[in-house]
T-cell receptor, first 114, second 112 residues
Framework: AQTVTQSQPEMSVQEAETVTLSCTYDTSENNYYLFWYKQPPSRQMILVIRQEAYKQQNATENRFSVNFQKAAKSFSLKISDSQLGDTAMYFCAFMKSANSKLTFGKGITLSVRP | EAQVTQNPRYLITVTGKKLTVTCSQNMNHEYMSWYRQDPGLGLRQIYYSMNVEVTDKGDVPEGYKVSRKEKRNFPLILESPSPNQTSLYFC???????????FGPGTRLTVL
């Protein structure tokens, strides 16, 4: 079975600064996908970024980028130029290739201070 | 507008009273799934469906039933709800296996 660990329950960052959210996972699978989802106070789940395990290049989406270390089973999210609208809970998730089963971490609450 | 819809958005009910939470998507997605979110536990998969008439258990299926009679709909049925099923429920869909999942707005269920 897969497990996803987000060890930091909360983080805070000053507006315009950079913050990194950590995530580790455990799996015996070779083909899988990793995601970061954002959940603002509205409770909507919003996809932030996606990484395919077979790709060595780290995924980037505007201010969001990941540091994917496959051997270390680490998948951290870097948010550059933090904005007040980035305040949310962030979930790291692992998807098994065979059946699209998503396994989520417990989430981290990020607060961006003005 | 492409979306996943859930109804109702909020529901307060009593123990043992059967209920159904509907989920519908208008994107012709093959894959659909139900999750529950509880504080400190993240989201956990209840059931999923890879296509019409194909469903399978996720990590926490006890006390729930699903059906997939048509591609767009994937209702979640609680035959005899109990207080430990009080939770925030999300339906999600994706075009196919290995595609990112799009989530509905969530259903807040309270069982007294």
């Amino acid at each position: 079975a897969q497990t996803v660990t987000q060890s930091q329950p909360e983080m805070s960052v000053q507006e315009a600064e950079t913050v990194t959210l950590s995530c580790t996972y455990d799996t015996s699978e070779n083909n899988y996908y990793l995601f970061w989802y954002k959940q603002p106070p509205s409770r909507q789940m919003i996809l932030v970024i996606r990484q395919e395990a077979y790709k060595q290049q780290n995924a980037t989406e505007n201010r969001f980028s990941v540091n994917f270390q496959k051997a270390a089973k680490s998948f951290s999210l870097k948010i550059s130029d933090s904005q007040l609208g980035d305040t949310a809970m962030y979930f790291c998730a692992f998807m098994k290739s065979a059946n699209s089963k998503l396994t989520f971490g417990k989430g981290i609450t990020l607060s961006v201070r003005p | 507008e492409a979306q996943v819809t859930q109804n109702p958005r909020y529901l307060i009910t009593v123990t043992g009273k059967k209920l159904t939470v509907t989920c519908s998507q208008n994107m012709n997605h093959e894959y659909m799934s139900w999750y529950r979110q509880d504080p400190g536990l993240g989201l956990r998969q209840i059931y999923y469906s890879m296509n019409v008439e194909v469903t399978d258990k996720g990590d926490v299926p006890e006390g729930y039933k699903v059906s997939r009679k048509e591609k767009r709909n994937f209702p979640l049925i609680l035959e005899s709800p109990s207080p430990n099923q009080t939770s925030l429920y999300f339906c999600a869909s994706s075009l196919a296996v290995n595609n990112e999942q799009f989530f509905g707005p969530g259903t807040r269920l309270t069982v007294l």
